[in-house]
């Protein structure tokens, strides 16, 4: 049994995460999520049976119940059992194994959790709070806003932009987003005078020599990539948060990315218009914050509606 408990087999880890990036062109964020959490679930399976490739569903079960005991949320259950699936199908379909011990599992129940979201007046008070920055760090911050809650690009992409993003019509940006797609998102005219701001102090922010930080739009000197980082981006947000008056811990990049699209909808744009500038393959995505302009909606009528107000009253 000992002997057991060490088959993990790699090699069809690996085989699989090779699969995601040749045939479905994965991002490297999203190979490296299934192997964490393949990761998780093998170790787990090599010490309570035979590993992660011979687990059989019995075993598998063990080990959602055990992340369940272990206060793992629902959501985090769900994505690893995801994970198990299409790792499975993927031993099937290459003839590795002839059973798929994940397809009889059910997933966990899970409430639909709605985006976390700041209002308008909170963005504005956000930008306000950057423009009063001094020096080309200010700059950039303010340009760095205002391009996300112009286009409602994910951080990866935003930091990531390249100098070429910039099409020779200003008034766009031509963005690479999840499996090497390309999608042409708009830019507001606040985004497009910030931008046009950032360009002249943008050389002082590249290293001596330049180097590959001379492909971004956002380079920094120190980073490996050569752009800004996701986590330096975060931290700048956090910041200027702080100096708004907002709770730090209620914002993020995303949050903007959710504000973004959220106050699109809620001005009347069409969800599918929403859908092709947010990057979503599938517009179901999409489709959670058109539930959270309804229950938005919804506290609106509760709280202004005059019935609303003599009901209460009534009540009392």
């Not at 309570?48 to 075993?59: F, I, K, V, W």
């Not at 950039?140 to 990866?156: D, K």
């Not at 050389?203 to 980073?223: C, D, V, W």
Request: proline content about 7%; glycine content about 8%.
């Amino acid at each position: 049994m000992a002997a057991r408990k060490r088959v993990l087999l790699p090699p069809d880890l690996d085989a699989f995460l090779d699969m995601l990036v040749a045939e479905r062109n994965a991002a490297a964020n999203t190979r490296d999520a299934y192997r964490r959490d393949l990761e998780d679930a093998g170790r787990w399976l090599g010490e309570h049976g035979p590993g992660l490739s011979e687990a059989n569903d019995d075993e598998l079960r063990s080990y959602l119940r055990h992340l369940g005991e272990a206060g793992a949320a629902p959501r985090t259950v769900a994505r690893r059992l995801s994970a198990l699936r299409q790792f499975y199908r993927f031993l099937c379909s290459e003839g590795r194994r002839a059973d798929d011990p994940a397809s009889a599992l059910d997933s966990p129940a899970q409430g639909r959790p709605l985006p976390k979201l700041v209002d308008e007046p909170g963005v504005s008070a956000l930008i306000a709070a950057a423009t009063r920055l001094q020096g080309a760090e200010g700059v950039r911050l303010v340009t760095l806003l205002e391009v996300l809650y112009a286009t409602g690009l994910r951080v990866s992409e935003l930091v990531g932009l390249p100098l070429t993003a910039m099409s020779r019509d200003t008034r766009c940006l031509i963005v690479r987003g999840k499996g090497g797609k390309e999608r042409m998102v708009p830019l507001s005219p606040p985004a497009r005078e910030a931008l046009a701001r950032w360009l002249p102090l943008r050389g002082g922010f590249l290293p001596p020599g330049g180097g590959k930080a001379e492909r971004y739009l956002f380079p920094s000197p120190n980073a490996a990539d050569g752009h800004l980082t996701r986590q330096g981006f975060g931290l700048m947000l956090k910041e200027v948060a702080l100096a708004a008056g907002l709770d730090p811990a209620k914002l993020s990049p995303h949050v903007l990315r959710h504000a973004f699209a959220t106050h699109l909808l809620d001005h009347g744009a069409d969800l599918r218009s929403v859908q092709m500038m947010l990057g979503h393959s599938d517009i179901a995505t999409t489709q959670i914050y058109t539930h959270v302009t309804s229950e938005r909606l919804k506290q609106a009528v509760v709280e202004h509606h005059p019935l609303a107000g003599r009901r209460k009253k009534t009540d009392e």
